[in-house]
């Protein structure tokens, strides 16, 4: 079947460069984002996650930023890994009274030896 | 995974069949949902629930029905398949719904329509 990585953009690294993801929302009132990483034949897993209340949150190789003003998210993965290939998704929770993520449509991220 | 089993993985089938996707939790969350991902959409919402017998729909719920009688199970019927329903199909858990917690994927189910 077709690849989920077909018609994505696509970030391509050396092994050992710091990588950035971008992902732009749309909807002011969105309070909560999620970084999802995914492998070919695997399902979403999760990175990390931010709150509107913050604007940079840092995890193991990976920090992800939120700028409200521009409605803009991105995720940094220091050191990249051949392991991080993979594609990378954002997603976002609407606000108050909403119980659903919505997605981007991804990038894909390849890492060269 | 988090405990989150689909079956089948894999499923062909005739145009209007009817099918059911299965997906099952050892979590005892509350919340489960049904995506669609597709090449060019990314992960779209079809259904979910939010407790037993709560459903609600997603963004793409036309031609699809879940059922959830019990907190470990929810199923997602096709009530009569169309090549339009081929996709690769993954349920999700939230603990507290992702207002406030993360949601956890299954492994998918990619479903052919012939």
């Known amino acids: 079947g077709e690849s989920v990585g077909l018609h994505l953009p696509t970030l391509s690294v050396q092994e050992g460069d710091n990588s950035i993801i971008n992902c732009a929302y749309s909807n002011s009132a969105s309070d909560y984002f999620i970084w999802y990483k995914q492998e070919s034949g695997k399902g979403p897993q999760f990175i990390i996650d931010i709150r509107s209340n913050m604007d940079k949150r840092q995890g193991q190789r990976v920090t992800v930023l939120l700028n409200k003003t521009v409605k803009h998210l991105s995720l940094q993965i220091a050191a990249t890994q051949p392991g991080d290939s993979a594609v990378y998704f954002c997603?976002?929770?609407?606000?108050?009274?909403?119980?659903?993520?919505?997605f981007g449509k991804g990038t894909m991220l390849l890492v060269s030896p | 995974d988090a405990g989150i089993t689909q079956s089948p993985r894999h499923k062909v089938t005739e145009t209007g069949t009817p099918v059911t996707l299965r997906c099952h939790q050892t979590e005892n969350h509350r919340y489960m949902y049904w995506y669609r991902q597709d090449p060019g959409h990314g992960l779209r919402l079809i259904h979910y629930?939010?407790?037993?017998?709560?459903?609600d729909k997603g963004e793409v719920s036309d031609g699809y029905s879940v059922s959830r009688s019990k907190t470990e199970d929810f199923l997602l019927t096709l009530e009569s398949a169309t090549s339009s329903q081929t996709s690769v199909y993954f349920c999700a858990i939230s603990e507290q719904g992702v207002q406030n917690t993360e949601a956890f994927f299954g492994q998918g189910t990619r479903l052919t329509v012939v």
């Open positions: 997603a976002e929770n609407r606000g108050r009274g909403y119980s659903t993520l919505t």
């Open positions: 629930s939010y407790g037993v017998k709560d459903t």
